[in-house]
């Protein structure tokens, strides 16, 4: 679901991608240099300018739409919202929801580049081993001051304790990236290895790093031995005894651990999830699907309406084992036991079973504690009065979106990070009628959007 916005070392791997996620960036940076780490040499930047001041070369392509002021970027993604949703004559389109301009990025993805003596974090600029230009990020605005602290913080230890970046040209080095999320109380930090080498030496000093870092809550270790552009590896190591970053939102516990996905934009997730929430709150919604339900964020925010939480029977679908687990542990905090989250992909879960055949109406749905014995609503799949989408950016697919118009659920609310997608999929269901539309401004700087959009079955 999540764009990125820095081009990293994983694109070097592969010259030929053309999925649309990435901009390249072709130049050198000017930075800070630290005293205390001379990584960054012949840098300056402003800390207190915007990243339109701080960028006006251009040496970081990330972010393509600095040159227009934030209101021209909104206005321009709202045209293309409208000309786009145009076919499906929505009865209303709102506002934009608009984000920080800066520091607004709950995500480092960061290549561990330079030699060991003098590690840099940030992304490779170049496409050969001769043009070999890399660029160090740890000041880019678009993160937190308090994370770009950290971020130097983490390159000082890789320093210290000798953590050799891998080259990927000469295909030696171990440490490929590291990646930080910030959350509502703190950090969590993933070092991506090209084997176990270094591990026992991250193990034995991690502990000086949240000398450091006091907040920094997780810390794990992921392997990822292919010289392919992939960022992370099938196994991971978790070093701290705690697995779980709390991201709390609306002032619902929400957790990520190192493999489950978050939204980038934390401000705007908030937003998006507390407008799903009101959308809905007028709604006769009793049974609710959350396909691609990852940490639970919407729909424990679509079941938080009234006093009684156990009121809307919900089933939360994600193949991430790691966010089912992250949302079963914000539904017993909040005492939600209507619920059950099944790590399942959304389109076997879908068709293994055909809920058309079943003439059990949502309202009959058997409500169960998620440690208990497996719902009927699971088994049977009565056809619920609300399906929530919020799937990755090649959207729910054809297979699912036919399910649906076959099914009929009262209302579909999708949420999607690609408007093309979207309209792909939207135009499988020619029984809906879309209500609302909104656009969330979860890129800055980019043309890429969040979009969520409530439909309703025609009469």
């Given at each position: 679901m999540q764009c990125c916005y820095h081009r990293s070392t994983i694109d070097c791997y592969n010259t030929d991608r053309s999925n649309g996620d990435c901009v390249q960036s072709k130049q050198t940076h000017r930075y800070s240099q630290s005293?205390?780490?001379?990584?960054?040499k012949n840098n300056s930047l402003s800390k207190d300018s915007s990243p339109a001041k701080d960028y006006p070369l251009k040496q970081c392509l990330s972010c393509p739409w600095l040159d227009k002021p934030y209101s021209q970027q909104l206005a321009d993604k709202q045209a293309?919202?409208?000309?786009?949703?145009?076919?499906?004559?929505?009865?209303?389109?709102?506002?934009?929801?608009?984000?920080?301009?800066?520091?607004?990025?709950?995500?480092?993805?960061?290549?561990v580049l330079g030699t060991v003596e003098k590690p840099m974090l940030g992304i490779h600029m170049a496409q050969n081993q001769q043009n070999n230009a890399e660029?160090?990020?740890?000041d880019c605005p678009l993160y937190s001051k308090s994370m770009q602290t950290v971020l130097?913080?983490?390159?000082?230890?890789?320093?210290?304790?000798?953590?050799?970046?891998?080259?990927?040209?000469?295909?030696?080095?171990?440490?490929?990236?590291?990646?930080?999320?910030?959350?509502?109380?703190?950090?969590?930090?993933?070092?991506?290895?090209?084997?176990?080498?270094?591990?026992?030496?991250?193990k034995a000093t991690f502990h000086q790093l949240q000398e450091k870092i006091h907040n920094l809550a997780v810390i794990s270790v992921n392997i990822q031995p292919a010289h392919a552009a992939i960022l992370e590896g099938e196994e991971e190591l978790v070093l701290t005894t705690n697995r779980f970053l709390p991201m709390t939102l609306n002032s619902i516990p929400l957790f990520v651990q190192p493999k489950s996905?978050?939204?980038?934009?934390?401000?705007?997730?908030?937003?998006?999830?507390?407008t799903a929430h009101d959308w809905i709150a007028p709604l006769a919604i009793h049974s609710i699907w959350d396909l691609f339900c990852g940490v639970g964020g919407f729909g424990l925010h679509c079941v938080n309406q009234t006093d009684d939480k156990n009121s809307i029977a919900l089933t939360g679908i994600e193949i991430n084992p790691e966010a089912i687990e992250c949302a079963t542990k914000s539904a017993h905090l909040m005492g939600i036991q209507s619920l059950s989250f099944k790590s399942l992909d959304a389109t076997?879960?879908?068709?293994?079973?055909?809920?058309?055949?079943?003439?059990?109406?949502?309202?009959?749905?058997?409500?169960?504690?998620?440690?208990?014995?497996?719902?009927?609503?699971?088994?049977?799949?009565?056809?619920?009065?609300?399906?929530?989408?919020?799937p990755p950016r090649r959207g729910a697919g054809v297979a699912i979106m036919h399910y649906l118009q076959r099914v009929k659920p009262n209302y579909i609310l999708y949420s999607s990070c690609n408007l093309a997608t979207l309209v792909s999929d939207l135009n499988q269901l020619a029984d809906y009628q879309v209500q609302r539309v909104q656009l969330f401004d979860m890129f800055p700087h980019t043309a890429h959007m969040e979009v969520l959009t409530l439909l309703k079955k025609k009469d």
């Open positions: 005293k205390n780490d001379s990584s960054s293309i919202l409208l000309s786009t949703m145009a076919e499906f004559h929505p009865l209303k389109i709102e506002l934009p929801m608009q984000s920080r301009e800066t520091a607004f990025r709950n995500k480092a993805k960061m290549a660029l160090d990020l740890c130097k913080l983490i390159r000082t230890y890789i320093r210290k304790q000798k953590l050799v970046p891998y080259n990927i040209y000469q295909r030696k080095g171990e440490l490929k990236f590291v990646i930080l999320t910030q959350g509502s109380e703190g950090f969590m930090l993933r070092f991506v290895l090209r084997s176990q080498r270094l591990v026992d030496k991250i996905f978050f939204q980038t934009n934390t401000q705007i997730a908030e937003k998006l999830y507390q076997d879960y879908l068709l293994t079973s055909d809920v058309a055949a079943s003439s059990t109406t949502a309202s009959s749905i058997t409500t169960s504690s998620p440690t208990t014995q497996e719902p009927q609503h699971i088994s049977h799949k009565s056809v619920p009065d609300l399906v929530l989408l919020n």
